[in-house]
C-alpha cells in the first residue's frame, strides 16, 4: 500500500538505470546515482578521492548522465550527509 499515511516520501524516486553517475561542473565522475526523488539523490563514491570532492555542506552543480540513452540533467546540489561511500545530496 502506498497512501499519504503509509509512504513518508514527500516526492517519488526517479527512475534512473543502473549506469547513471554523476559528474562536477569540472568533469570529474563523482560516482554512480544510487537513488534520485523529488527533494534529491543518493551517489555511491567509487574512492575517497572522489569523496574529497564531496563534503557535507559542499554545494556543487551536478550533471546526471546516463551513458545508455545520453541524457543528461544538471542540479544545484548541497552533501547532506557522508556515511562510508555514501554521499547523500538535496536539490537547492
Known amino acids: 500500500m502506498n497512501s499519504p499515511e503509509i509512504n513518508r516520501r514527500r516526492f517519488e524516486r526517479l527512475e534512473l ?3 547513471a553517475i554523476a559528474v562536477d561542473e569540472t568533469g570529474y ?15 555511491d563514491a567509487p574512492s575517497s578521492e ?3 570532492h564531496m563534503k557535507s555542506g ?17 542540479f544545484d546540489v548541497e552533501v547532506c550527509y557522508v556515511h562510508g561511500y555514501s554521499v547523500g545530496m538535496k536539490f537547492r
Open 17 to 19: 538505470t543502473e549506469a
Open 29 to 43: 565522475q563523482l560516482g554512480r546515482v544510487s537513488t534520485a526523488g523529488g527533494g534529491g539523490m543518493q551517489v
Open 50 to 52: 572522489a569523496l574529497e
Open 58 to 74: 559542499t554545494k556543487l552543480t551536478v550533471t546526471v548522465v546516463e551513458p545508455t540513452s545520453a541524457t543528461t540533467n544538471m
